[in-house]
């Protein structure tokens, strides 16, 4: 029996918490590590939304705005390295 979108939702859900307790070489994440990590994830959370709304934007105003917040949020994750 074929398995449905939401348990596969929650198995990468879970798949992906586990992964981000270890780095890549499996040893625990520091707190700082893990901050980190999860600040990384939000910010490209938060550029792809705002990126998906600027493709939808009708007012240049509102593109300008958007475009503006592509940057600050492009400045924040170089900065994260």
């Known amino acids: ?5 939401d348990s596969k939702s929650v198995e990468y859900q879970q798949e992906e918490a586990a ?10 994440l520091s707190d700082d590590e893990r901050a980190r990590l999860q600040r990384r994830q939000t910010l490209n959370l938060a550029r792809a939304r705002t990126s998906a709304d600027l493709s939808r934007a009708a007012s240049p105003a509102q593109r300008h705005a958007l ?4 940057a ?5 994750l170089k900065a994260l390295g």
């Open 67 to 70: 475009e503006r917040a592509l």
């Open 19 to 28: 992964r981000g307790r270890e780095d890549r070489k499996g040893r625990p």
């Open 1 to 5: 029996m074929a398995r449905g979108f």
């Open 72 to 76: 600050a949020l492009d400045a924040d």
